[in-house]
Nanobody, 126 residues
């Protein structure tokens, strides 16, 4: 059973930076596609970023491209999300997710991920 635990959320000001981490246990981390999603109350879970098992390929939502960077350390079983130039609309609960063998074309779909963390709140204040 894979367990994911996010950390690093908090309250920041517009334009600030924040780094999220997601530590994984169970399974073989180097074989996972890892992703970050975010959700606000009353809305569907939104894709933010994903990274291939090797860490060599990354994918971003248009809304965060150029501001957010996803990375992973297979040695530490951890995926990261560096968030820069934060905006009020980035406010959400951020969840990491993982699964084996997620097709590239489907890496933005939450239904393709079997394992989820509990989430960490990010609030960007203006």
């Amino acid at each position: 059973q894979v367990q994911l635990v996010e950390s690093g959320g908090g309250l920041v000001q517009v334009g600030d930076s924040l780094s999220l981490s997601c530590a994984a246990s169970g399974g073989t981390f180097s074989r996972y596609t890892m992703a970050w999603f975010r959700q606000v109350p009353g809305k569907e879970r939104e894709f933010v970023a994903a990274i291939s098992p090797s860490g060599t390929s990354t994918y971003y939502a248009d809304s965060v491209k150029g501001r957010f960077t996803v990375s992973k350390s297979n040695a530490k079983n951890t995926v990261y999300l560096q968030m820069n130039s934060l905006k009020p609309e980035d406010t959400a609960v951020y969840h990491c997710a993982s699964n084996y063998d997620v097709p590239v074309i489907l890496r933005r779909s939450p239904s393709r991920y079997a394992y989820w963390g509990q989430g960490t709140q990010v609030t960007v204040s203006s």
